[in-house]
């Protein structure tokens, strides 16, 4: 019976490490071993543990890893209070794509109808500003030097907005925080 004790670990995929067990929910403690290899989470004094919810692992990468590919070799394992593997899996990890940033224009200075929207994101990342109602702003691809400039085909209308800039790269995104801008009368 999967109880109070029982455990959910993951062993990480070779080359990778894991860093966090990032859930704080009332019932379960989460633990990372000291080499990263794995890490997992116990059921402190669930009555059903495991039957609803996710329990996130963080998973550290190499810098060279490539966004959008899929690192197999991580399992699953889990187990009752007394250590009998009740179910265990094979998994994949999926790398992430850093978060894009946004350079230019500055958050709250007034603008022009038409700025040069700039910034960086992982080179080869095509790269989607989007406004405060979702709508497309205007595009690019990121340089090899991670660097990357568009400015909107139509005049961004007068008064208080905001921009995001989405990178995707390999079938993952990431989204940029908001800036507030504000274009000219």
Not at 33 to 56: C, I, L
Not at 171 to 181: C, L, T
């Amino acid at each position: 019976m999967l109880g109070s004790g029982s455990t959910l670990t993951l062993t990480a995929p070779a080359g990778t490490r894991v860093t966090g067990v990032p859930l704080d929910s009332p019932g379960y403690r989460g633990a990372v071993a000291a080499d990263g290899r794995t890490a997992v989470y116990t059921a402190a004094s669930a009555e059903r543990p495991w039957r609803d919810g996710a329990f996130p692992f963080v998973v550290a990468v190499p810098a060279d890893a490539v966004p959008g590919t899929r690192l197999s070799g991580c399992v699953l394992r889990l187990a009752d209070a007394g250590g009998a593997v009740r179910a265990s899996g094979g998994c994949q990890v999926t790398v992430g794509l850093a978060e894009p940033t946004l350079a230019r224009p500055e958050s709250g200075v007034p603008l022009e109808g038409r700025p040069a929207i700039a910034g960086r994101a992982h080179p080869g990342a095509q790269i989607t500003v989007s406004d405060q109602d979702g709508g497309e702003v205007c595009t690019d691809t990121t340089g090899s030097d991670g660097l990357w400039v568009c400015t909107p085909a139509r005049a961004l209308p007068e008064g208080p907005n905001r921009l995001q800039a989405t990178a995707t790269l390999n079938g993952v995104s990431a989204s940029s925080e908001q800036i507030q801008i504000t274009v000219a009368a």
